[in-house]
């Protein structure tokens, strides 16, 4: 009997090893009778802005891959399924269809398209990197990772102002977002004593900044206050090209992977403000895994949604019901986690609250500002 037991012993494991290798049984304790937690990410994933949303795209795919490689979300599987932001409802109603209860997006204004649908049905939004404040009221299920824009301002207007600068040019973005950068910025540096001299707006789609250009010149001014994309970028170089060399300022999204493909040297001593803490032991260790599975370095962007997934997870695991979208929102007001974009927990209107650290173009490379 003992021999028998002993081969019988034998051709178990190594029927299951087999089992395993034809990936017959999941490993790490994933079930594929367990109902798979489906996430919808509707991105920029075409046209000028696409870098943007596959910087994102490359933070969720890696979270996800470890999350599932580390026997998911109690077991369950966790996917997701894109689609261009071109027409959030329309991509909104094609994955809600499908059964996903948790959708991502990038910007504030995809966001707001698609909240008013999503709040009804008790359905959560998850904006990374929206700027709008309308997302701050846009409902219950509605949620956003992102520093907020009146606290990146005044960060930025007591550096400004701390460099001697009390009066200063404005270039902003002509968007919601853009307008209210401006006008946290302006109320501010005006609450300092400072003067806001000049001000113009440009259009998404302007590319001829001669006018705007001209007026800065002009003006006299010797710092600037610029919120804008990477389509406006080129003014930088327009102003340098006419000999205006001013300080310039600006936001988190000054920092991309497009900046030194367009401006070159002309990025440099760019001053700005962001919440990526590149230096922190989290942050490098994430580094070091991105670099090695993508071959670059990870975007801002990137590190965001990858702490967002984690996010979804720290909240998911304490439901019973996985897909339980109430259950999941009421979680996330309560998540704290210290993540590679730094600790991070939501306020009350579904807001990420993070510090924020100001940042400087040295020599090619993003730095903090010591």
Do not use: W
Not at 104 to 117: C, E, N, Q, R, V
Not at 289 to 304: D, E, Q, R
């Amino acid at each position: 009997m003992g021999r028998k037991f002993v081969v019988l012993s034998i051709l178990v494991v190594l029927v299951l090893g087999l089992l395993i290798g034809f990936n017959v049984i999941p490993l790490f304790g994933l079930s594929e009778s367990k109902e798979t937690i489906k996430l919808g990410a509707i991105l920029p994933l075409v046209g000028n802005l696409a870098y943007q949303g596959n910087d994102i795209q490359k933070g969720i795919d890696f979270a996800i891959e470890e999350i599932n490689l580390n026997g998911g979300i109690n077991g369950h599987k966790l996917e997701v399924v894109y689609d261009d932001y071109a027409n959030p409802a329309l991509s909104y109603q094609n994955f809600a269809s499908k059964g996903v209860k948790i959708f991502l997006t990038s910007y504030g204004d995809t966001t707001l398209k698609i909240a008013p649908i999503a709040e009804s049905e008790k359905n959560i939004v998850f904006s990374i990197g929206g700027g709008s404040p309308k997302v701050s009221d846009a409902g219950d299920f509605i949620f956003r990772h992102n520093v907020l824009p009146q606290d990146e301002t005044k960060t930025l207007t007591n550096k400004i102002y701390s460099d001697d600068y009390t009066e200063i040019g404005a270039v902003v973005i002509n968007t919601e977002s853009g307008n209210t950068y401006f006008d946290n910025f302006k109320k501010e540096f005006e609450s300092l004593g400072g003067k806001v001299v000049i001000a113009e707006k440009i259009g998404k789609e302007e590319t001829n900044f001669t006018t705007v250009v001209a007026k800065i010149k002009n003006s006299n001014v010797k710092a600037l206050f610029y919120i804008s994309g990477v389509e406006q970028l080129d003014l930088i170089n327009q102003l340098k090209s006419q000999g205006v060399n001013l300080q310039i300022y600006s936001g988190y999204f000054f920092e991309n992977s497009k900046v030194f493909e367009i401006l070159g040297k002309n990025a440099e001593g760019i001053i700005y403000t962001h919440f990526f803490n590149t230096e922190t032991d989290n942050a490098k260790a994430f580094a070091k895994k991105f670099y090695a599975k993508y071959g670059v370095m990870p975007n801002p962007f990137s590190a965001l949604a990858y702490d967002n997934v984690y996010m979804l997870k720290d909240a998911i695991e304490k439901c019973d019901n996985v897909n339980d979208s109430v259950c999941i929102k009421n979680n996330l007001y309560k998540v704290q986690i210290d993540g590679v974009t730094g600790k991070t927990y939501f306020d009350k209107n579904g807001d990420t609250i993070k510090q924020i650290y100001l940042k400087v173009v040295r020599i090619g490379e993003f730095v903090l500002l010591k």
